[in-house]
């Protein structure tokens, strides 16, 4: 596709349950990001992958964050548990990226999960 | 590790007037440094990005930013605001060039434009 596109965009959990978000990242980007953005507040570091590789997962806020990109393309998010402290905006990114390190991040629109 | 403080949450201005949204940084090593625009409902947009090529860094849509080491300051500029300029802007900073390491982002500024 032409951008980064994430599903679904809205969900709404009860307190306890599982979720999945996922992204759709801009073909052939090596790199991808997932950012936690609180309301009213700038979008915070989870993790990064290069290809299948999950490089940094230093942002993950508990164990209860899982995330995979088994074929180096698609990226899930998945939340255990959830908590209702965890409603806020899933954000995630793509770019060129891998060694070079230099590059445009693009981001998707956001999944808004608010649990109840 | 690297921070960014954006000094002001709300800035208003009148249309057709010069914009200032401020921004200091804070690193360990030499930054990237980027300014993201957010429109509600909408994915964030890169503006412009300085990697220690020139200091005075031209973006999209008439902004500007201007990189002062000897400040720590990495200000968003644009000499005549327009409607369509009401946003949330973010200050970022990262170690490497931004492709391959997550963004330390500011807590942003709402850019509020008068009629």
């Known amino acids: 596709g032409a951008g980064v596109s994430q599903s679904p965009r809205y969900k709404v959990a009860k307190r306890g349950q599982d979720v999945a978000l996922r992204c759709d990242p801009i073909?052939?980007?090596?790199?991808l990001f997932w950012y936690q953005q609180a309301l009213g507040q700038g979008p915070e570091f989870l993790t990064y992958?290069?290809?299948?590789?999950?490089?940094?997962k230093s942002g993950l806020p508990s164990d209860r964050f899982f995330a995979e990109r088994p074929e180096g393309s698609v990226s899930t998010l998945k939340i255990q548990r959830t908590q209702q402290e965890d409603s806020a905006v899933y954000l995630c990114a793509s770019s060129l990226g891998g060694d070079l390190g230099f590059g445009e991040q693009f981001f998707g629109p956001g999944t808004r999960l608010t649990v109840l | 590790a690297q921070s960014v403080t954006q000094l002001d949450s709300h800035v208003s201005v009148s249309e057709g007037t010069p914009v200032l949204l401020r921004c200091n940084y804070s690193s360990s090593y030499s930054p990237s440094l980027f300014w993201y625009v957010q429109h509600p409902n909408k994915g964030l947009q890169l503006l412009l990005k300085y990697t220690s090529a020139a200091t005075l860094v031209k973006g999209i849509n008439g902004f500007e930013a201007e990189f002062k080491k000897s400040e720590t300051s990495f200000h968003l500029t644009k000499p005549s605001a327009h409607m369509s300029d009401a946003a949330e802007y973010f200050c970022?900073?990262?170690?490497?060039?931004?492709?391959?390491?997550?963004?330390?982002f500011g807590k942003g500024t709402h850019l509020i434009i008068q009629p």
């Open positions: 073909s052939g980007h090596v790199s």
């Open positions: 970022v900073v990262s170690v490497g060039g931004g492709g391959a390491d997550g963004l330390t």
């Open positions: 992958f290069q290809n299948e590789a999950q490089l940094d």
